[in-house]
């Protein structure tokens, strides 16, 4: 695949990953409404996710490096969609715990990745390029609450993720 398809198909995949954390940190207070889990626990949820992805980005990106790009992307989008698909589904902290580890290890295997082959794709462009990664990424997060908003509500509160994990399948 050619540089001009790829890298706005990867600058996308980011912002979509993005848009899963912007989703889950708007439903927190339904997690503790609707399923009485404590306000302690919601942060442990927060936290789980932001260090599984720095773990994975320290054991497991680096294989971006040795040739594994590519499936370090593909795998990590589909455990970060299994992940979303458990905050969606969750109703007990246990589950809802799993799936935000599954979300985090999957986005610190995968982000990374994107990055390197972003880099490698187009090395004439190489600032601007990645400069979209980081706009998109904000975007994506940013859009997450829109998400949120637009459909929990009416649907759901499984509706955003499911939208998520759909883009990013």
Not at 19 to 25: A, K, N, P, T
Not at 144 to 162: C, E
Request: glycine share 14%.
């Amino acid at each position: 695949m050619t540089p001009r398809r790829i890298i706005p198909i990867l600058q996308t995949s980011v912002g979509v990953s993005a848009m899963g954390y912007g989703v889950m940190f708007t439903v927190l207070d339904d997690f503790r409404d609707k399923y009485g889990i404590s306000e302690t626990k919601l942060g442990l949820l927060v936290a789980a996710g932001f260090f599984m992805s720095f773990l994975s980005q320290i054991l497991i990106a680096p294989l971006a490096d040795h040739g594994y790009a590519r499936r370090l992307v593909t795998f990590g989008f589909l455990i970060e969609a299994i992940g979303a698909l458990g905050m969606g589904f969750g109703k007990s902290f246990s589950v809802l715990l799993v799936a935000r580890i599954l979300m985090g290890f999957g986005a610190g295997m995968a982000l990374p990745a994107i990055r390197r082959i972003v880099i490698l794709s187009d090395r004439d462009n190489m600032g601007r390029n990645l400069g979209r990664v980081l706009s998109v990424d904000v975007g994506g997060f940013a859009m997450g609450p829109v998400l949120s908003a637009l459909t929990a509500d009416t649907l759901g509160l499984a509706a955003p993720f499911l939208i998520v994990a759909g883009l990013m399948l």
